[in-house]
């Protein structure tokens, strides 16, 4: 759910308590304005945590939305069976799953 209320804030003052407890549902988020103009957004903290979570994945992973597109393409043609297994992988920096074995390897607590 994504409800948005604009409300001006004389109305949200009358209004705070119940405000505060209606942003506790998920996607709830109000829109102050002063003057009608748009002045600030009251969210939950947790939808707010969300909000800054994504944000740092996006900056992290910029181009997260194509490699997803791209995996999700391979998934239906069957090209990501070509992909490395997490076993190739751990091999390869010199780490084998618990239970399996290489005398010359690390071992890998996944």
């Known amino acids: 759910m994504n409800t948005k ?9 009358k ?8 942003v506790q549902r998920p996607g ?24 800054e979570e994504t944000i740092e994945v996006l900056r992290i992973f910029p181009n997260l939305d194509k490699a997803i597109a791209k995996v999700d393409k391979d ?4 090209a990501y069976k070509k ?12 780490y084998v799953l618990h239970g399996q074995t290489n005398t010359n390897s690390k071992k890998a607590s996944c």
């Open 75 to 78: 998934i239906k043609s069957g």
């Open 28 to 51: 709830v988020r109000y829109t102050f304005t002063d003057k009608g103009k748009p002045k600030v957004v009251l969210m939950s903290a947790e939808d707010f945590e969300s909000l």
């Open 15 to 22: 209004r705070i308590f119940d405000i505060a407890d209606d």
């Open 5 to 13: 209320t604009t409300l001006s804030i004389s109305e949200a003052r």
């Open 83 to 94: 992909y490395i297994t997490l076993e190739e992988l751990l091999a390869k920096d010199g």
